[in-house]
């Protein structure tokens, strides 16, 4: 699947002007500041797709002024830094103000369709909300920052991107002591449900109507035409987190850290932190070490995604106007979910209809995935190769499975299943192929180029981009990068410190 290559870029560092539209909110929303330079800072990774984004022809700029206006130590025409405030519900347990500890937005720069995309440097220094922090970020969680949104990006699911990393030899403390690092992001808004929730605990409600306003006029300008348009607001951001939680779910994504101040108020995927994709599947997986209740496991996100809407329409309900209109656009979740979420089994299981019995052939094949701990991502890929009739093919899929007659039974059931509507095999493959992805972030390979990272040997990030960049191609060459885990990967933990 080649994409045509995108035009020329046409902007350098020069051209690209920032406006701030963020900064057109009263200032309460946010505190003016410039990040702190770091000293010497060096290119760790960039990505030409993100860069395309801005329009910015990175090959006319120098690599000089890209490291120091990314590390935050060289402004861009027209940027006006600021922080962020935002409060936020922490492991379900109100965690009060909170706000960018370590975030500046720069500002933001149309793109050739005239969307305009926020540019924020993560881990630039001390801000009014840093708190306990040091306002800087680690090499090792910038590298998974940035990998991991640009593959989500790739598999197609929503998500602030990220530009590139720029690295210092300035050491931080940590569990051990390490070196800093800075990633920039991209996103329309880093807009949270927790930036409503500030002002609604405060007992603001002007500026909780303000940025309501502000979120409906710049985001959701048709939805001031419905007869209650902060409903509508709730109701939509309810469709899109509910649908965008079916995405993580079908490709095995676990955020690991789905406080209401890492929710989007555009239903993107914001705020990678211990996030990780299934391997061996068990619906009970906590990605997060940190987590120890499992309130952020795999098969309790579409219900936390829930409770986190219903966080953000408590913040909203003094604009909606009634208790009825919100709990109405609440309930919209459930449907929202299971439509995409069975759109998109019927995709990973290549079934053009839907039959009664579909739910029951999903469910009897999750109970298998979770019986044999089987690879979640190379399951659906050997099961996407599968043919129309038993050949000796299956044995890659079957070599997965522990209780191989129980999958052999359920084989036939699918097979039956594919014959009642005269599946065509050539084309459902195909089809299964472009939504089973090959290539995700597997905890072990960011390991791997993490740890060459922190030898200065950047090349295996660069590598990985490419790879996670193309998620449902082949790519023979890089076959190894599909495979299981080693064992040593069993021993990786991924907690909240970065
Ligand atoms: P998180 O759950 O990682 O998104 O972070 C929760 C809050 O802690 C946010 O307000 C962050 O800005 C803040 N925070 C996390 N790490 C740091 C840090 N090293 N310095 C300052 N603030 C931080
Ligand atoms: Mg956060």
């Not at 095995?252 to 555009?266: A, C, K």
């Not at 913040?315 to 009825?324: D, E, F, N, R």
């Not at 690879?375 to 038993?390: A, E, I, K, V």
């Amino acid at each position: 699947m080649n994409s045509p290559a995108p035009p020329a870029a046409t902007k350098t560092l020069h051209t690209l002007t920032l406006g701030n539209r963020f900064a057109t909110l009263p200032a309460a929303f946010y505190t003016v500041l410039q990040p702190t330079p770091l000293p010497a800072p060096y290119l760790v990774a960039r990505s030409p797709a993100a860069a395309a984004l801005l329009d910015l022809d990175v090959a006319a700029t120098s690599e000089q002024e890209f490291i120091d206006t990314f590390t935050g130590n060289r402004l861009l025409p027209g940027s006006q830094p600021l922080a962020a405030v935002y409060s936020g519900h922490q492991f379900g347990v109100w965690a009060g103000q909170l706000g960018d500890g370590r975030a500046i937005l720069l500002g933001d720069a149309a793109d050739r369709q005239q969307q305009r995309w926020e540019i924020q440097l993560k881990g630039s220094g001390l801000t009014p909300y840093s708190r306990m922090g040091d306002g800087r970020a680690v090499l090792r969680s910038s590298i998974r920052e940035f990998l991991c949104s640009e593959a989500m990006a790739a598999l197609g699911i929503p998500t602030s991107r990220a530009l590139c990393i720029t690295g210092s030899d300035q050491h931080i403390m940590r569990e051990t002591p390490e070196t800093t690092a800075v990633v920039t992001r991209l996103a329309p808004s880093f807009i949270r449900f927790g930036s409503f929730e500030h002002w609604y605990y405060n007992d603001r409600a002007e500026q909780l109507q303000i940025l309501a306003d502000f979120v409906l006029a710049h985001y959701f300008p048709d939805l001031r035409q419905q007869a209650n348009p902060y409903q509508a607001l709730l109701a939509e951001v309810t469709r899109r987190t509910a649908e965008l939680i079916a995405q993580w779910q079908a490709v095995g994504f676990m955020h690991g850290v789905m406080n209401t101040d890492n929710m989007s108020i555009l239903g993107l995927t914001i705020d990678y932190g211990p996030y990780g994709f299934m391997e061996a599947y068990d619906e009970q997986h906590i990605c997060n070490h940190t987590d120890r209740q499992g309130r952020y496991s795999y098969r309790m996100q579409p219900t936390i995604g829930h409770w986190n809407c219903h966080a953000l329409g408590q913040a909203l309900l003094p604009l909606i106007g009634s208790v009825a209109e919100t709990q109405a656009a609440l309930a919209t979740y459930e449907p929202a979910f299971q439509r995409k979420w069975d759109a998109l089994l019927h995709r990973k299981f290549g079934l053009q209809s839907t039959q009664e019995q579909d739910q029951d052939l999903f469910q009897r094949y999750f109970a298998l995935l979770q019986e044999s701990h089987a690879d979640f991502t190379l399951s659906f890929r050997q099961l996407s190769h599968l043919g129309n009739q038993p050949s000796a093919q299956d044995e890659a899929l079957r070599d997965l499975f522990i209780d191989r007659t129980a999958l052999d039974l359920w084989l036939e059931n699918y097979r039956q299943r594919l014959a009642s509507e005269n599946s065509d095999e050539q084309q459902r493959q195909q089809g299964m192929l472009s939504s089973n992805p090959k290539y995700v972030l597997r905890n072990y390979l960011a390991q791997i180029a993490i740890e060459k990272a922190q030898n200065k040997d950047f090349s295996e990030i660069e590598k990985l981009l490419r790879i996670l960049e193309r998620p449902y191609d082949e790519q023979p060459e890089y076959a190894a990068y599909a495979n299981l885990p080693p064992d040593w990967a069993g021993q990786l933990e991924v907690s909240c410190s970065s």
